[in-house]
């Protein structure tokens, strides 16, 4: 009797501590890292009117009795980029929530948002080569996917076909995370693919390449021939039975922040088609940029879900069949910093960190967590806390990130109106919002459900 009760605790214990081994050994997490925009002349007591890189005058023209409170706080400020205080808050909280991801993604701009006078290709280099120190420092060990971003260069935006002194540079800076095969594509147009193990394939593209502002690529169909590279890896990585995780800075489509387009038109639809021919093995797509919390549908067949302005409602798109389903899903995380750039009308953001949490057998991604922290109150305590702010999978009522998942979660969102004023809110990591009103409502629905050039304006006549 007293054998048998011991060995049934004993077996109790295999069991459950099993299932604790194969839980951990099923969910993989992955840091993302983005938008971090460090500033290396951040002054606290500076004038948020200068970036806070510079102490106020005596001229200034803010009301006196407000000086204190606008000057800027060590933990940061809303005017201006991430001080020296937020960026280590920033890693010491990663390092304590998870200090051994599977892996890190890192998709750029390191770099402070200054006029291109005050910056040079020195001070490009030294905030790339400081991140990369940063990241290596609190995760000894663990491998690191990177991208470029448009501020990842001098002058800002404009990234051309390498071999130049850029990619050159990103090329040796990098070399600790890749092999040599991918430092050859590196120096030539700062992209590359890199098997994480057998089965899981990371691509990250320098989509700097299509991004509206960088001048540098426009007369041209295929920069660096990035594109039929990524047919070519693509094909390749099916026939090897391997998914595919996408990374870059910039995503395609309609960025509700800035209200624009972020790739030039040549390249928008094309980008998105060459991933919708190989919907079976891409897992997902995660970008930075945008500096909001979003995420974005494409299709296989987008010649078949160009939205109609006859449409007259939304039960068409409801009624579309299997292979007008969403085939994608992109995932943009929104920044470190909480700079609002004061020549857009668009809200600052509370700093951000995610996490995403995968299945190491099917590499399916199963959740992200959405960690913030509260600006406004950590410069009243003049501390930083950090928080999460909601669980992908709890916010958006699925059991995976998916796309067709992502698609029923955007029907969710279309059809209740809570939904959407809570996605709108964290849009700006719960900054406070004047609301969503109708137009902008339709704009964020299309942003999501149609990222392509052709058809986008429809979509917002039909809605
Ligand atoms: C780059 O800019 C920094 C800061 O303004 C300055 O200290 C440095 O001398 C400059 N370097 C070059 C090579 O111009
Ligand atoms: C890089 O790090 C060094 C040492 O901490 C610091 O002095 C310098 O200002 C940093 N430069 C940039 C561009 O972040
Ligand atoms: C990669 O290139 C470096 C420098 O050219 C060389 O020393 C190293 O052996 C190469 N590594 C492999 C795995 O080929
Ligand atoms: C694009 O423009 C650049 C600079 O103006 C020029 O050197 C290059 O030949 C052009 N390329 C094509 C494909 O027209
Ligand atoms: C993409 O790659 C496949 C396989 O190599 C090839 O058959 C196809 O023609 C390529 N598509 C384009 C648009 O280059
Ligand atoms: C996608 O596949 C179709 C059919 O194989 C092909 O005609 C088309 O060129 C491909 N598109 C791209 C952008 O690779
Ligand atoms: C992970 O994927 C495997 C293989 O498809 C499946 O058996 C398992 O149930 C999945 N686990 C989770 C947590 O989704
Ligand atoms: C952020 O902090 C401010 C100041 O303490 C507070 O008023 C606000 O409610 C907080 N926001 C959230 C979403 O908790």
Same mark, same amino acid.
């Given at each position: 009797?007293?054998?048998?009760?011991?060995?049934?605790?004993?077996?109790?214990?295999?069991?459950?501590?099993?299932?604790?081994?194969?839980?951990?050994?099923?969910?993989?997490?992955?840091?993302?890292?983005?938008?971090?925009?460090?500033?290396?002349?951040?002054?606290?007591?500076?004038?948020?009117? *200068?970036?806070?890189?510079?102490?106020?005058?005596?001229?200034?023209? &803010?009301?006196?009795?407000?000086?204190? %409170?606008?000057?800027?706080?060590?933990?940061?400020?809303?005017?201006?980029?991430?001080?020296?205080?937020?960026?280590?808050? $920033?890693?010491?909280?990663? $390092?304590?929530?998870?200090?051994?991801?599977?892996?890190?993604?890192?998709?750029?701009?390191?770099?402070?948002?200054?006029?291109?006078?005050?910056?040079?290709?020195?001070?490009?280099?030294?905030?790339?080569?400081?991140?990369? *120190?940063?990241?290596?420092?609190?995760?000894?060990?663990?491998?690191?996917?990177?991208?470029?971003?448009?501020? *990842?260069?001098?002058?800002?935006?404009?990234? $051309?076909?390498?071999?130049?002194?850029?990619?050159?540079?990103?090329?040796?800076?990098?070399?600790?995370?890749?092999?040599?095969?991918?430092?050859? %594509?590196?120096?030539? &147009?700062?992209?590359?693919?890199?098997?994480?193990?057998? &089965?899981?394939?990371?691509?990250?593209?320098?989509?700097?390449?299509?991004? %509206?502002?960088?001048?540098?690529?426009?007369?041209?169909?295929?920069?660096?021939?990035?594109? #039929?590279?990524?047919?070519?890896?693509?094909?390749?990585?099916?026939?090897?039975?391997?998914?595919?995780?996408?990374? #870059?800075?910039?995503?395609?489509?309609?960025?509700?922040?800035?209200?624009?387009?972020?790739?030039?038109?040549?390249?928008?639809?094309?980008?998105?088609?060459?991933?919708?021919?190989?919907?079976?093995?891409?897992? $997902?797509?995660?970008?930075?940029?945008?500096?909001?919390?979003?995420?974005?549908?494409?299709?296989?067949?987008?010649?078949?879900?160009?939205?109609?302005?006859?449409?007259?409602?939304?039960?068409?798109?409801? #009624?579309?069949?299997?292979?007008?389903?969403?085939?994608?899903?992109?995932?943009?995380?929104?920044?470190?910093?909480?700079?609002?750039?004061?020549?857009?009308?668009?809200?600052?953001?509370?700093?951000?960190?995610?996490?995403?949490?995968?299945? %190491?057998?099917?590499?399916?991604?199963?959740?992200?967590?959405?960690?913030?922290?509260?600006?406004?109150?950590?410069?009243?305590?003049?501390?930083?806390?950090?928080?999460?702010?909601?669980?992908?999978?709890?916010?958006?009522?699925?059991?995976?990130?998916?796309?067709?998942?992502?698609?029923? #979660?955007?029907?969710?969102?279309?059809?209740?109106?809570?939904?959407?004023?809570?996605?709108?809110?964290?849009?700006?990591?719960?900054?406070?919002?004047?609301?969503?009103?109708?137009?902008?409502?339709?704009?964020?629905?299309?942003?999501?459900?149609?990222?392509?050039?052709?058809?986008?304006?429809?979509?917002?006549?039909?809605?």
């Amino acid at each position: 009797m007293k054998f048998n009760y011991l060995l049934f605790i004993l077996l109790y214990i295999l069991i459950t501590s099993n299932t604790i081994l194969s839980q951990k050994l099923l969910n993989g997490n992955i840091w993302h890292i983005t938008d971090t925009h460090f500033d290396f002349s951040y002054q606290p007591g500076g004038d948020p009117d *200068d970036m806070c890189r510079i102490y106020k005058s005596s001229h200034h023209k &803010g009301e006196d009795h407000d000086k204190d %409170t606008q000057s800027a706080s060590p933990v940061g400020n809303y005017r201006c980029d991430t001080s020296y205080q937020l960026l280590i808050s $920033a890693f010491e909280e990663m $390092a304590k929530i998870e200090p051994n991801p599977d892996f890190i993604i890192w998709t750029g701009d390191d770099v402070p948002h200054l006029d291109n006078s005050e910056l040079n290709q020195s001070l490009i280099i030294q905030s790339i080569v400081n991140m990369t *120190d940063l990241i290596q420092y609190y995760f000894p060990g663990v491998r690191v996917f990177p991208s470029i971003g448009n501020h *990842d260069s001098y002058p800002q935006h404009q990234i $051309a076909v390498g071999p130049n002194w850029l990619l050159n540079q990103v090329a040796e800076i990098w070399s600790p995370f890749l092999s040599n095969d991918s430092l050859e %594509t590196v120096k030539v &147009g700062g992209y590359y693919s890199e098997l994480f193990e057998p &089965g899981l394939r990371i691509v990250s593209l320098n989509t700097v390449f299509y991004y %509206t502002q960088n001048k540098q690529c426009t007369n041209q169909s295929d920069p660096a021939g990035q594109l #039929a590279w990524l047919n070519e890896t693509l094909s390749m990585a099916r026939q090897n039975q391997e998914k595919v995780l996408v990374i #870059a800075h910039v995503a395609p489509g309609y960025c509700v922040k800035y209200s624009v387009f972020n790739f030039h038109f040549q390249f928008n639809d094309i980008y998105l088609e060459t991933f919708g021919n190989y919907s079976d093995i891409i897992i $997902a797509h995660i970008y930075g940029h945008e500096h909001t919390d979003n995420y974005r549908l494409y299709y296989s067949q987008p010649s078949s879900v160009v939205i109609q302005p006859e449409w007259d409602e939304i039960d068409q798109f409801l #009624a579309m069949t299997k292979q007008q389903m969403p085939s994608g899903v992109m995932f943009m995380s929104p920044s470190l910093t909480p700079y609002m750039d004061p020549y857009v009308p668009a809200l600052p953001n509370n700093p951000s960190l995610r996490m995403f949490q995968y299945n %190491t057998t099917s590499y399916q991604l199963l959740d992200y967590l959405q960690f913030w922290s509260n600006l406004t109150d950590n410069i009243m305590t003049n501390q930083i806390n950090w928080m999460l702010e909601y669980k992908a999978k709890d916010f958006y009522h699925v059991e995976a990130l998916d796309p067709i998942s992502m698609y029923e #979660a955007y029907l969710l969102i279309e059809n209740t109106e809570e939904m959407l004023d809570i996605y709108h809110y964290y849009n700006s990591v719960s900054y406070p919002t004047k609301g969503c009103d109708e137009i902008c409502r339709k704009i964020q629905l299309c942003s999501m459900r149609h990222p392509y050039s052709k058809g986008f304006e429809g979509c917002l006549v039909v809605l």
